[in-house]
């Protein structure tokens, strides 16, 4: 007897790096302590799902923009775990993530 397939949707937004020490700018208008290709994770009480920063921006506010998209989230779970690169973890509701788009700030 097989499983059913698990229904799953993906998670897609920005992460801002606003502190200024969170990053440094790189020559070639990126930020250079947080890289593209970061690891994006989210995680469920037994499932996770991966994805990866992408297209680093160095913004004229002094944050630093990434985009990201993790798909194969799994839907109707209690509470999301989002991890990004070696930053802090932060709990999220199924709302939250399933807005069109994703802000998350890193101060």
């Known amino acids: 007897m097989s499983r059913p397939p698990t229904e799953t949707f993906v998670v897609s937004g920005a992460v801002l790096l606003g502190d200024g020490v969170s990053f440094v700018r790189d020559d070639h208008g990126g930020c250079a302590d947080i890289k593209d290709g970061a690891p994006v994770i989210i995680t469920t009480g037994g499932s996770f799902a ?14 630093c923009r990434f985009w990201f998209s993790v798909p194969g989230v799994p839907i109707r779970q209690d509470a999301y775990l989002l991890m990004v690169a070696d930053l802090d973890a932060r709990q999220h509701n199924g709302h939250d993530l399933k807005n069109a788009l994703l802000a998350l700030r890193a101060d």
Do not use: E
Not at 50 to 63: E, I, K, M, S, V
């Open 50 to 63: 991966g994805g990866r920063l992408t297209d680093a921006r160095a913004l004229a506010d002094g944050t």
